[in-house]
């Protein structure tokens, strides 16, 4: 089992950038994919990116393609989404989530609490 916790939203304006951080609990870090999900008011969840347990594999949304980059640091059990180039519609509460991987969340069993995001025009 792992314990998620999400930190670094915030409010900022379109254009600019955040870094989201996630920071496990306990040793199995390492065993689970790991990805990055959002929910907008009144949407579904949607996926972000993942990243293999060696960090060499990502993967990402189209929507998201060039302006975020997933990341992990295992020896730190820390996972990461720098986010750059950010649009009003990135607006959405922001989770990390570890599992088997793919893109729909039910694929992941673990996740944290979120983090908001707030991208002003």
């Known amino acids: 089992q792992v314990q998620l916790v999400e930190s670094g939203g915030g409010l900022v304006q379109a254009g600019g950038s955040l870094r989201l951080s996630c920071v496990a609990s306990?040793?199995?870090?390492?065993?689970?994919?790991m990805g990055w999900f959002r929910q907008a008011p009144g949407k579904e969840r949607e996926f972000v990116a993942a990243i293999s347990r060696d960090a060499i594999g990502t993967y990402s949304a189209d929507s998201v393609k060039g302006r975020f980059t997933i990341s992990r640091d295992n020896a730190k059990a820390t996972l990461y989404l720098q986010m750059n180039s950010l649009k009003p519609e990135d607006t959405a509460v922001y989770y990390c989530?570890?599992?088997?991987?793919?893109?729909?969340?039910?694929?992941?069993?673990?996740w944290g609490r979120g983090t908001q995001v707030t991208v002003s025009s």
């Open positions: 306990g040793r199995t870090f390492s065993t689970y994919i």
């Open positions: 989530a570890a599992g088997s991987g793919g893109i729909t969340p039910q694929s992941y069993a673990y």
